[in-house]
């Protein structure tokens, strides 16, 4: 077993050493070489290796618990059954590594780099992994019970090919874990529309990337799917936005009562068959105290008349365009104590007719996200 008589060992050259069983813990190996070198059931827990260079080289069963591994190189090492608990793994470079078994138990994986991974049977509970490039072989996958519990499964990417994040989407529905799926699904949704593809223009012209999907779909995805409800991920957002619009335009038409223009307003026009027809008259009139009333108001009374019929109107207007026989707005309408309806003119018609249409949209997009899976694609 080697023991090293110093604790500080930042960018040496430990090349090709034989460090089986060695105990390293807590020791500073930020920057070291340890290409060639054999590290197998090594004791590294605690130590700083941030940096360090060890591609290809044999870590199976090595203790790495609480270790600091920012921006280490660990493409194509062998790391099989090793203890990574808890250990900072932040921009790391595992490209092609055998992480068969490994615990990443509260493990930081953030932008980590696992392209070809091997992960069979590695556990990721509550291992964080945001931005962590997961392009994992699809035959290798890691445990999807622990996966579950991981923090950030809706910005892992892919570079290349989504096979593997779908295999672990299929896998998560099976088990019945829908919010990962979701969550995964807007993973590979957003990995799909950076993806690129390398061209070559001739002699003349050095090879380069190209976006795969151009700038407008990018930007319409973003804002109809993405900004919204992060492509299925949260359902109740589309909602959490109607609400918002609605405590909005209620503030435009208190506006629009006490500022109505010319030619804009809300108008208040009497049914023709009403029953009651000594309530109202033939002509329609402008609102602009509130609902309809023939009782004297003070200065408080109407404004809060004015806010009622603002907050309201803003209420039918949301929910005024329907499906068939699925109208909100109208059976809203048929629970009012007396036979009008509510119309709007002029500028206030047109942010009527907007509420309308964005509310719908979103009412639409939440109804269909929570009950089925528009964006699986793939």
């Known amino acids: 077993m080697y023991n090293p008589s110093r604790t500080n060992l930042c960018e040496a050259d430990l090349g090709g050493a034989n460090l089986i069983r060695a105990n390293l813990s807590g020791v500073d190996l930020s920057g070291v070489n340890f290409m060639g070198a054999h590290l197998t059931g090594a004791n590294l827990s605690g ?72 992960l069979k049977g590695a556990g990721l509970s509550f291992a964080h992994l945001e931005g962590a490039v997961f392009d994992v072989l699809p035959d ?32 998560f529905r099976d088990l019945g874990l829908r919010t990962q799926e979701r969550q995964l699904t807007c993973a590979i949704r957003r990995s799909e529309l950076r993806r690129t593809r390398w061209v070559f223009s001739g002699l003349l012209h050095p090879p380069g990337s190209v976006p795969l999907h151009g700038r407008v779909e990018q930007w319409m ?24 619009l609605f405590i909005l335009f209620s503030v435009i038409y208190v506006f629009a009562q006490m500022f109505p223009g010319q030619s804009g307003g809300i108008w208040v026009v009497w049914e023709e068959n009403r029953i009651a027809k000594t309530e109202g008259g033939d002509v329609p009139q402008r609102l602009t105290e509130g609902f309809p009333s023939s009782r ?83």
């Open 47 to 118: 130590s700083n290796l941030s940096h360090a260079q060890l591609p290809g080289v044999d870590l199976s069963a090595a203790n790495l618990s609480i270790a600091n591994l920012t921006g280490a190189n660990l493409s194509v090492a062998n790391l099989s059954g090793a203890d990574l608990s808890n250990a900072n793994l932040t921009g790391a470079h595992l490209v092609g590594a055998n992480l068969s078994g490994v615990g990443f138990t509260r493990a930081n994986l953030a932008g980590a780099q696992l392209g070809l991974a091997k």
């Open 140 to 171: 290798s996958l890691p445990d999807p019970i622990g996966l579950s519990f991981a923090e950030g499964l809706e910005s892992v990417k892919f570079s290349w090919s989504p096979v593997g994040l779908v295999k672990l989407r299929n896998q």
């Open 221 to 244: 995805n973003y804002v109809f799917f993405d900004l919204t409800c992060q492509y299925g991920t949260s359902a109740e957002c589309p909602l959490i936005i109607v609400g918002f």
């Open 296 to 378: 004297p108001q003070g200065r408080l009374r109407r404004f809060l008349n004015i806010a009622s019929l603002a907050a309201y109107f803003s209420l039918l207007s949301a929910l005024r365009t329907g499906w068939s026989w699925l109208n909100f707005s109208s059976w809203i309408t048929r629970m009012q104590p007396h036979e009008y309806s509510l119309h709007a003119t002029g500028w206030v018609r047109l942010f009527s007719g907007l509420q309308s249409l964005i509310s719908v949209y979103l009412v639409a997009l939440a109804i269909v996200t929570y009950f089925g899976t528009p964006f699986e694609y793939y």
